[in-house]
């Protein structure tokens, strides 16, 4: 059962990479990375939208009717504070992923790097 904490303006899931990742998988949910263009154009979860944090709108975030929307940084330390501008911007419930991408590279689960030989983008997944 995943995590949530009452905030003053609502509620904050804290997702796990592999709740994050079946959800995903099933269609349920919209993934934003709030890191950098930078950082998403080296490595990312394939099919995540990117929505930095330095620019970031609460008011431009699509509504969650059709699908939940949950947060993801490289840490947990920016989607947490992105999910609670949006808390205080007045969506009631908001989740992010907790431990970040590097949490997600640390589960095992595949994600979009890139290539070095080539420049091009292929899926990779972290031995171990």
């Not at 998988?25 to 080296?42: A, K, Y």
């Not at 992923?97 to 790097?113: E, R, S, V």
């Amino acid at each position: 059962m995943m995590e949530s904490e009452k905030t003053e303006n609502g509620v904050l899931e804290h997702w796990t990479p592999e709740e994050v990742s079946k959800a995903f998988d099933n269609d349920e949910i919209i993934l934003i990375d709030v890191r950098t263009p930078q950082e998403f154009s080296f490595e990312r979860i394939g099919g995540a939208l990117l929505a930095p944090m330095q620019a970031f709108q609460p008011g431009h975030m699509p509504g969650q009717s059709d699908k939940r929307i949950v947060f993801h940084c490289g840490s947990g330390v920016r989607s947490s504070k992105v999910a609670g501008m949006c808390l205080a911007h007045g969506m009631d419930r908001i989740a992010h992923m907790k431990g970040g991408f590097g949490a997600w590279k640390d589960a095992g689960l595949t994600y979009t790097g890139t290539d070095m030989s080539s420049g091009a983008p292929k899926d990779m997944k972290k031995e171990g």
